[in-house]
């Protein structure tokens, strides 16, 4: 990605229709029928932003059920606004689209809001400082979350398996109002599938914009110690699941990943043998609970399941280039070759 492609894409996040403001939860007054006081802004709201209004003052779903049945909308409206004032001191970012005039989210704040703008000039400080340049940016539609991949100048690179190899020192960023975080991005040199191996196993993160927490990650380099203590653990992953039959359990865990990112069952399985194999052992008269099936080998290793699932997050036709389930794909396929693998085989000389 070069730079006028990389500013054009930050232009088109920047000049999204959306915009944050801050409030105190007592400042959110309910007035019935999904109608709700925004700092003296009044504006209807979807059912599902109810719902996440009423998860950030603590009132629970069955508890506005109960209100509702007892004492009608009214009742409802009136829980609303005692739990509201009772959640004095919590701080809520509320985004809205200012051209549909739709509140779009609500997000509790533990700390400052960090806006985009806040985030992509921090993003141009570390390229500058620490000679990065962009490779990929992914972002939801409404661009609540924004993914940025970057590559070093002076790459670095690293065998975990004779003729296969990773560079290792390039980094990843995301972003959300609450939250920038920091993880290692590795990509394969030599990749049967051509697919980009991804990581967003958090290095460190911050929660406000304040300038020290900025001063803090832009000390973060491939050389801190923190940085290499992610990149061997992946390594050691890499090689356990080279010589490793996934189980049933872990290629249903797979299948899931996916469903997560809105690929529907039939694909899921499609890409994934799941289904497949566990009838395969039903067939045979197995029990497939799952603990059975984290027992119960597939014909696939879990090098294998990994390569599967960043394929189709590199060259799927379904998402836009930019989608950030392409991003949320490769962090949770990686996540599951970190864990601890069901089926551990050894070597054995006797």
């Known amino acids: 990605m070069d730079t006028s492609e990389y500013n054009k894409i930050k232009q088109d996040i920047l000049n999204l229709p959306v915009v944050y403001k801050e409030l105190e939860a007592q400042e959110i007054v309910a ?7 925004f700092g003296n802004t009044i504006v209807k709201v979807a059912p599902t932003i109810s719902a996440k209004i009423d ?5 629970k779903g069955n508890q506005a059920y109960i209100a509702h049945s007892n004492y009608g909308d009214q009742g409802v409206t009136n829980l609303r606004n005692f739990f509201g004032q009772a959640a004095k001191g919590h701080r809520i970012a509320i985004a809205a ?8 989210d609500v997000i509790p704040l533990n700390n400052k809001l960090i806006t985009p703008y806040a985030f992509f000039n921090f993003m141009d400080m570390y390229m500058d400082k620490n000679q990065y340049y962009p490779e990929k940016v992914g972002y939801t539609d409404g661009g609540s979350k924004i993914s940025i991949l970057m590559k070093p100048v002076h790459e670095e690179f690293m065998e975990f398996s004779k003729g296969d190899e990773f560079l290792s020192n ?9 939250e920038i975080s920091m993880g290692n991005y590795y990509i394969r040199l030599v990749c049967t599938n051509g697919a980009t191996q991804a990581v967003h196993d958090p290095i460190a993160q911050i929660s406000s914009p304040d300038i020290e927490d900025f001063r803090r990650l832009l000390n ?3 050389t801190s110690d923190i940085f290499n203590k992610n990149l061997t653990r992946m390594l050691e992953s890499a090689k356990t699941a080279i010589r490793t039959k996934a189980s049933v359990r872990e290629l249903g865990s797979a299948v899931n990943i996916l469903k997560q990112q809105g690929v529907k069952d039939e694909d899921a399985n499609q890409i994934i043998p799941y289904l497949e194999t566990k009838n395969q052992y039903k067939d045979a008269g197995y029990e497939m609970d799952a603990e059975h099936m984290a027992l119960a080998k597939s014909d696939k290793t879990m090098w294998e399941v990994y390569n599967m699932l960043t394929f189709f997050a590199s060259h799927n036709k379904v998402w836009t280039p930019h989608d950030i389930k392409r991003a949320n794909l490769m962090e949770s396929s990686t996540n599951l070759l970190l864990k601890k693998r069901d089926i551990v085989e050894h070597y054995d000389i006797f």
């Open 55 to 59: 998860y950030v003052a603590g009132l």
């Open 31 to 37: 007035m019935g029928d999904n109608f709700y006081s």
């Open 170 to 178: 390039a980094i990843t960023f995301k972003w959300s109002p609450t």
């Open 220 to 222: 973060i380099t491939s």
């Open 97 to 104: 689209n200012i051209e549909s005039k739709e509140v779009t």
